[in-house]
């Protein structure tokens, strides 16, 4: 069941959103070579508490940790690490904070030093797939007018799209109703309704959309070791359009 959040409910969600997007900017500054990702999720674990929130992720499914932090080939879910971050590589980071019982998401791709041509434009045309979802994200729009958005896009730019790892509706729980892929096709799936609060999270690679898991259980990785990128908001669908809860 979808459920729908009234106009002071997305109100009260602007807290956790706020927290995400202040944790992200934060980190853009401490991401260079030789850091690590637990340095990372060590300052996560930090500011969370410092701002009235609770790390979500941390026991959730046995999770360990309060961010996933995926670098070069893994697409999602990496465990942070005490490896440090080289020049070139990419890294994406994502964190899920609650507060006052509401839920922000954002996952954010950072360049380490200097990258490759391929990594800029990968990073560049996830980033601009995130906004083009999020711009036909309009009460009576279908989530499939929303994707495709996003495919196309990508996939004009000779990148794939993940299918196997999803969107997902957001509020008390991090994982609501409705979930879906990050492709469609235009006047297919759900309508979207004024209320809705979910997630537009991209996650393009560089060549297959195939992925596999590691003995973990949770690290994602591109089938073909190719690079990936994703960009992931928490939007709100208002009767004035999209509301990015996570905006930067």
């Given at each position: 069941m979808v459920i729908l959040k009234s106009r002071a409910e997305i109100?009260?969600?602007r807290k956790a959103g706020r927290?995400?997007?202040a944790f992200h900017q934060a980190i853009a500054d401490m991401i260079r070579p030789g850091v690590t990702t637990?340095?990372?999720e060590s300052f996560a674990v930090r500011f969370l508490k410092e701002n009235g929130a609770k790390a979500y992720t941390i026991g959730y499914n046995g999770y360990p940790f309060a961010t996933c932090a995926s670098v070069n080939d893994v697409i999602a879910h990496g465990?942070?690490?005490g490896k440090p971050l080289k020049e070139g590589d990419i890294v994406k980071i994502d964190i899920v904070a609650e507060a006052d019982g509401w839920i922000g998401d954002s996952a954010w791709c950072y360049a380490v030093g200097e990258v490759s041509e391929e990594a800029r434009n990968l990073m560049r045309v996830t980033k601009e797939c995130l906004y083009l979802g999020i711009e036909k994200a309009v009460v009576g729009n279908r989530i499939g007018d929303v994707m495709h958005a996003v495919q196309t896009h990508a996939e004009r730019?000779?990148?794939?799209v993940v299918r196997d790892l999803l969107g997902h509706g957001v509020g008390r729980e991090m994982h609501e109703e409705p979930n879906y892929p990050h492709v469609g096709n235009p006047g297919k799936g759900f309508r979207l309704k004024e209320g809705m609060v979910f997630t537009i999270e991209p996650m393009l690679n560089a060549g297959t959309a195939l992925m596999t898991i590691d003995a973990d259980g949770w690290t994602a990785r591109t089938a073909d070791g190719s690079l990936s990128a994703q960009y992931e908001h928490t939007i709100a669908i208002t009767a004035d359009g999209p509301v990015i809860l996570t905006a930067q």
């Amino acid at each position: 069941m979808v459920i729908l959040k009234s106009r002071a409910e997305i109100e009260e969600m602007r807290k956790a959103g706020r927290i995400v997007a202040a944790f992200h900017q934060a980190i853009a500054d401490m991401i260079r070579p030789g850091v690590t990702t637990l340095d990372i999720e060590s300052f996560a674990v930090r500011f969370l508490k410092e701002n009235g929130a609770k790390a979500y992720t941390i026991g959730y499914n046995g999770y360990p940790f309060a961010t996933c932090a995926s670098v070069n080939d893994v697409i999602a879910h990496g465990f942070p690490s005490g490896k440090p971050l080289k020049e070139g590589d990419i890294v994406k980071i994502d964190i899920v904070a609650e507060a006052d019982g509401w839920i922000g998401d954002s996952a954010w791709c950072y360049a380490v030093g200097e990258v490759s041509e391929e990594a800029r434009n990968l990073m560049r045309v996830t980033k601009e797939c995130l906004y083009l979802g999020i711009e036909k994200a309009v009460v009576g729009n279908r989530i499939g007018d929303v994707m495709h958005a996003v495919q196309t896009h990508a996939e004009r730019n000779g990148f794939s799209v993940v299918r196997d790892l999803l969107g997902h509706g957001v509020g008390r729980e991090m994982h609501e109703e409705p979930n879906y892929p990050h492709v469609g096709n235009p006047g297919k799936g759900f309508r979207l309704k004024e209320g809705m609060v979910f997630t537009i999270e991209p996650m393009l690679n560089a060549g297959t959309a195939l992925m596999t898991i590691d003995a973990d259980g949770w690290t994602a990785r591109t089938a073909d070791g190719s690079l990936s990128a994703q960009y992931e908001h928490t939007i709100a669908i208002t009767a004035d359009g999209p509301v990015i809860l996570t905006a930067q």
